[in-house]
């Protein structure tokens, strides 16, 4: 059950005991389009993906959960940015509204990135406003529709949404090398303190390292799904791409199926804690 945008994203439903969970892989998407245009290697932009993390979360939809993942690749467009967060040095002439870019984006990692990591750009050329503009009809707008209306559907029927964003990341250097999964609310702002603090302690205690709120705070996915007072809850997840692939290659590495195996363990950990709540909620309004 399910359906999917071809070249977009896809969405699966879930396979029986609906809860209002959701989860979604912004970064996973691995098609890349016609008419990207890029001027570096492949690889280099591959490298950027958060690759197979749909794979590890694939479990969600079992348990009752709505997992959705994007097929574009995010060095194309990235949906975890505001659709006028963007470099205007990037675009050829003027752009229809006004862009408001972010600290990072000027560092090149916007909406549309111009880099693919430091030192390797993206593009030898500018790209023009109607290329963009499509990118974004295209990609970033049926990918947030898409996730606001599974997230407002089950808000609706459950009064309470609890929203997972899913991602990896690069191995980190200094203070944070070691860090397995790194969690972020911006701050406490994205969700109610108990759902990290849960997520943190069922990590752990299958033994990973878990940081909260450093370096990987939550961008835009969290900021958009993340109403706490509204019953609306969303946390970011990362996890340490080291802990199952060659981060070079992309070869899945051999600690790949313990690794998915954990995360189907804090899946059904998430889906549990769903269900409590919602079974507090049923009492509650008798
Ligand atoms: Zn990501």
């Known amino acids: 059950m399910g359906f999917e945008i071809p070249g977009v994203l896809w969405r699966r439903d879930p396979e029986k005991g609906e809860l209002p969970l959701v989860f979604d892989s912004p970064h996973s998407g691995s098609l890349y389009p016609e008419d990207f245009g890029f001027g570096c290697d492949l690889l280099a932009l591959r490298q950027t993906e958060d690759a197979y993390v749909e794979e590890l979360y694939e479990s969600a939809p079992l348990r009752g959960a709505t997992l959705i993942a994007a097929l574009f690749p995010r060095s194309y467009l990235d949906p975890n940015r505001a659709a006028d967060d963007l470099d205007p040095a990037l675009i050829e002439g003027a752009f229809p509204y ?27 050329r500018k790209l023009a406003a109607a290329e963009v503009l499509s990118r974004i009809e295209r990609c970033h707008r049926p990918y947030h529709r898409v996730l606001e209306e599974a997230c407002e559907r089950l808000l609706r029927a459950f009064g309470i949404l609890w929203h997972i964003n899913c991602h990896s990341m690069p191995s980190a250097s ?8 790194i969690l972020g609310d911006r701050g406490g702002t994205t969700c109610a303190p108990r759902f990290t603090s849960f997520v943190a302690e069922v990590l752990r205690e299958r033994g990973y390292r878990v940081y909260v709120n450093e370096i990987y705070r939550g961008v835009e996915i969290v900021r958009r799904q993340g109403r706490p007072a509204q019953g609306r809850h969303s946390l970011q997840i990362e996890v340490a ?22 995360i189907a363990h804090l899946v059904e950990a998430l889906a549990a804690f769903a269900e409590a709540g919602c079974r507090i909620r049923a009492v509650k309004s008798r």
């Open 98 to 124: 006004p862009l408001r870019p972010s600290q990072r984006t000027r560092s090149g990692l916007g909406l549309v990135r111009r880099i693919a990591r430091p030192g390797i750009a993206i593009y030898d």
């Open 241 to 262: 791409r080291r802990l199952y692939m060659d981060e070079r290659s992309l070869a899945k590495a051999a600690g790949f199926s313990r690794l998915k195996a954990d």
């Open 174 to 181: 200094g203070r944070l090398k070691d860090a397995d999964f």
